[in-house]
């Protein structure tokens, strides 16, 4: 033997000595950790889908890699792909801007000309700072406003919301439009009376803040035919709903939420509200046009800076924030009026161009993950994870992070509450309906960082889903990170 491996070293040594060299490192650092995969999926119901990769990013070395390549439903995972992004594009220093101007001048305490309200898609917009803004106003003595009113959305155009977004969701407060135009979320909230005799109608009530209208058929049903209810709104125009099914009686009323459907009208219709608080008149005519205004600034509302805004996006999952942020980094890397296609366009090009992260075949469709055509493989959005952790010193997005047992929406994740996982995991939540995704960092027991991502697909516990619905899921990662731990 020693003869035949002389001959070969003397006519082939590179070669020879490069595949020794090899050997050992193979047999140095195994290319998996001693996790066994098909032991812990079988915690989880039969017939879902999923996919797992784990990776040691101190030391390079792949812990588990299982389905790594397949596309599926990131759900609101894809909000880390959003935060890279938008640091990348934007910088810390950004600011929603909403203000106030015109093209005309103030005499005599009256604004000659038009007011222009310039709406860039601020998430986090309240009513009451909208009102603080057109208070400016009043503090410069104009009482009247001889013009008309221009809502100015240009920043973005097309739908305001993403496509394959569930149409039956659509009236949901978490899936309002995320539009130009965002006050209070883009979210009203009323309460059904239902403590009334079988047969007759509950009663709507609509505080007076909201200029909506609620109104419909929903009669109070017998105990028996309770269960076989359903109450259903359907939307109409101009900001009009229609409660239609029944319900059992109810001692006392109860909260019912709602998305606005058409931001313009409603806000148009709260800035006509608040004028006449202020007491100034105004009598013209509201005017929606589709190019950017221009005028003298009389006032100005600017939204808590980009850090802020990402921080609470990922540890609440806002989807808002999430989807006011994607389509506006394509409005500023484009200089152009922005879609939501426009939009996953400009992340391709910023996280390939900034990060050298290639989205490849990936399925971009919003920035939030509401989209049923989002599609992404979680060997991708661990390449995310690996590049926000080797430059957090510039990034800052570790601390954005839900972290297990404290806050955010891991903060009672069942799995996660105990030692030695409990605030030791710090993970960005992905749920849809038959989906339960988590990416993110845990510190294992030799203090090494390991980055994450887990992507459960198709998970449903059939008939009696609503008592045994988290059981599997809290198993089997109740194992798996605990198994990644002890690793």
């Not at 800035?271 to 013209?284: S, V, W, Y």
Request: net charge positive; with cysteine; aromatic share 10%.
């Amino acid at each position: 033997m020693y003869k035949v491996s002389s001959f070969l070293t003397a006519l082939f040594p590179n070669a020879l000595k490069s595949a020794l060299f090899t050997l050992v490192l193979f047999f140095s650092y195994p290319l998996s950790a001693n996790i066994d995969m098909t032991e812990i999926s079988t915690h989880l119901p039969e017939g879902t889908s999923f996919a797992f990769i784990a990776k040691n990013v101190e030391s390079d070395q792949m812990i588990i890699d299982h389905n790594s390549t397949t596309f599926m439903l990131p759900a609101s995972t894809q909000k880390i792909l959003t935060a890279l992004t938008a640091k990348l594009a934007l910088g810390d220093q950004f600011q929603f801007e909403t203000s106030l101007l015109t093209n005309g001048k103030v005499q005599n305490h009256e604004l000659r000309g038009d007011l222009i309200i310039r709406f860039t898609g601020d998430p986090d917009l309240t009513s009451g700072q909208l009102y603080q803004l057109l208070a400016q106003l009043k503090k410069q003595k104009i009482n009247k406003i001889k013009g008309d009113l221009i809502l100015d959305t240009s920043v973005f155009t097309s739908h305001d919301r993403g496509l394959g977004w569930i149409w039956n969701d659509l009236t949901m407060c978490f899936n309002a439009p995320p539009a130009a135009v965002n006050i209070d979320n883009n979210c009203f909230y009323v309460e059904l009376d239902a403590n009334h005799p079988v047969g007759e109608q509950a009663k709507i009530i609509i505080p007076a803040q909201y200029p909506v209208q609620v109104f419909g058929q929903v009669y109070i049903s017998t105990p028996k035919e309770a269960g076989y209810c359903q109450l259903d709104a359907v939307v109409l125009d101009n900001n009009r709903y229609q409660l239609k099914g029944c319900l059992s009686r109810k001692n006392k009323p109860f909260g019912l939420s709602f998305a606005i459907q058409d931001p313009n009208a409603y806000a148009a219709a709260i800035i006509q509200r608040n004028l006449t608080r202020l007491g100034i008149e105004f009598n013209g005519k509201v005017k929606q046009p589709y190019q950017q205004q221009t005028g003298q600034l009389l006032a100005q509302h600017l939204s808590k800076p980009l850090p802020d805004l990402i921080k609470k996006m990922m540890k609440k999952s806002d989807n808002q924030i999430a989807d006011a942020l994607f389509r506006t980094t394509a409005y500023h890397y484009y200089k152009r009026p922005a879609s939501f296609p426009l939009a996953s366009q400009a992340m391709r090009h910023i996280l390939q161009s900034k990060a050298g992260i290639k989205l490849g075949n990936a399925i971009i469709a919003d920035g939030s993950g509401l989209s049923r055509h989002n599609l992404i493989s979680a060997q991708t959005l661990l390449q995310v994870l690996e590049y926000i952790a080797k430059n957090e010193t510039t990034l800052n997005l570790l601390d954005t992070f839900p972290i297990a047992g404290v806050d955010g929406t891991l903060m009672g994740r069942g799995s996660l509450i105990n030692e030695p996982l409990v605030k030791n995991v710090s993970a960005k939540t992905g749920a849809l309906k038959g989906v339960y995704n988590l990416a993110g960092f845990m510190t294992n027991k030799q203090g090494k960082k390991i980055a994450f991502v887990q992507f459960i697909n198709g998970y449903s516990t059939g008939d009696f889903e609503q008592k045994t619905k988290r059981a599997p899921l809290v198993q089997f990662e109740s194992h798996i990170y605990n198994a990644i731990y002890q690793d």
